[in-house]
């Protein structure tokens, strides 16, 4: 069972419901379909007195900011007016937290109280755009960037809008347990399951006003086939579009170009494959598309941050038990795993022993450990005088028999080749054989 981690919630007065509610559902509600509770969320009073929300709403917090001193993540869900400084006592806190080992994590204008502490100088965050020049003028040392939903600096995340700020609480939800469990959260959301942090927070085009002028069809087609190699002229003529009309429309509605979306398609299938099934990378990076296993792997590295082997190691434990086999599964990336297992068995080197055994019966394949007995070694196979040893470059020596004489056997010089043919010795040893006296 994964530890359940303990989340602080900052609250203060004037308090933002709807990114309050955003850790709330994110982090508090009990998730029966998931294996155990995997965080316990507490509200922190970062001020005294009494706190109060829009609508004339009271509020009542778990505690005051000794509870920062237990949390594994504390999370800033926003912060009244972008102008004022937070408290020094909540300044403060949040650096001795932080010392500790703690991560924090903002929403919107949630930077400015981070900002405050002086963690962010030197480091990249990102803040909603309208307050992005603000945040520049009172921060300057902070390297601000206000085209992104949001950035992870490992111990503190900064996230953009209140939409933003989902995206950032399943971020980390998925660096803590996995895609798997962060994908089951987002659906129980009717969310996005995931959008990268690198897209654009504010796209400048109108939304469509019907669902078919929009891309949503061809990125589902897309999806279900994800194990195919597509191309960017596949997606404009299922689209019904021009190459550089399907390019424009894209970018407009999501953000980011075809190739970058389809490559972090093409990981999230990965991981969800890695988490839940046992499959070889070379299987897994045949089933999400791509061409070999180094480039699954340098691409895997640069969007998820580590290696696929790292990445199952972490997760695979902690994927919730959905009762699903990949085998028996009719989803298009399972089915493209299983059809990878296949060709990747199919392929494999055999000895003559297998491939004796595999072909035995009525014309059906046998697995190769049929017949077997465990425990027992197989005889070693004999080989002929002087054959190669398969694996070796040296050569069986021959058996010695023993009533041979042992010694060295002189061989005879090979014959000597004149101009004249074998055996012919030429005209300047005949003279210098007359010369002695020899002939």
């Known amino acids: 069972m994964p530890k359940t981690r303990v989340v602080v919630a900052v609250a203060y007065d004037r308090l933002n419901l709807f990114e309050a509610g955003i850790v709330a559902e994110v982090f508090g509600l009990p998730r029966p379909e998931l294996p155990g509770p995997l965080y316990a969320l507490r509200v922190a009073q970062a001020e005294p007195g009494e706190l109060r929300g829009p609508g004339g709403l009271r509020l009542c917090a778990d505690g005051g900011l000794g509870l920062l001193r237990r949390a594994d993540l504390i999370v800033i869900p926003g912060w009244r007016n972008h102008r004022e400084l937070p408290p020094r006592g909540l300044i403060q806190a949040l650096r001795a937290a932080h010392a500790r080992g703690a991560r924090l994590l903002s929403i919107c204008t949630g930077a400015f109280v981070l900002a405050a502490t002086g963690l962010l100088d030197g480091r990249r965050a990102t803040t909603h755009w309208r307050y992005a020049d603000a945040f520049r003028r009172m921060y300057p040392r902070v390297a601000l960037d206000d085209q992104v939903l949001y950035v992870d600096e490992g111990d503190v995340v900064t996230s953009a809008g209140s939409a933003a700020g989902i995206d950032a609480c399943l971020h980390v939800v998925r660096c803590d347990h996995g895609a798997e469990v962060a994908n089951t959260i987002a659906r129980t959301m009717v969310s996005a399951p995931h959008r990268s942090g690198g897209q654009a927070q504010y796209i400048a085009g109108p939304v469509p006003p019907r669902e078919t002028d929009g891309l949503a069809a061809v990125m589902d087609w897309a999806r279900a086939r994800i194990h195919q190699s597509l191309s960017v002229p596949q997606l404009a003529r299922r ?135 465990e425990g027992v070694a197989r005889e070693p196979r004999t080989l002929s005088a002087g054959r190669r040893v398969r694996g070796s470059r040296r050569r069986q020596r021959p058996a010695v028999d023993p009533a041979r004489p042992v010694g060295r056997r002189r061989r005879a010089p090979p014959a000597r080749r004149g101009r004249g043919g074998p055996g012919v010795l030429d005209r300047g040893r005949r003279r210098r054989r007359r010369d002695l006296g020899g002939d």
């Open 239 to 373: 689209a019904a579009m021009s190459e550089r009309t399907f390019l424009r429309r894209f970018v407009a509605e999501t953000g980011v170009a075809p190739k970058r979306w389809l490559l972090h398609e093409r990981v999230r299938a990965a991981q969800r494959m890695l988490e839940a099934h046992g499959a070889t990378l070379k299987a897994v990076s045949a089933a999400a598309g791509f061409a070999s296993v180094e480039t699954f792997r340098a691409v895997f590295r640069h969007i998820a941050g580590v290696a696929p082997s790292e990445y199952r190691r972490s997760f695979a434990s902690r994927a919730p038990e959905t009762g699903r086999d990949h085998k028996r599964s009719s989803r298009p990336a399972d089915r493209a795993l299983r059809g990878a297992d296949d060709r990747i068995q199919d392929h494999a080197p055999r000895s003559r022993t297998t491939r004796r055994v595999a072909r035995s019966g009525a014309g059906r394949r046998v697995p190769p450990h049929v017949g077997r007995t």
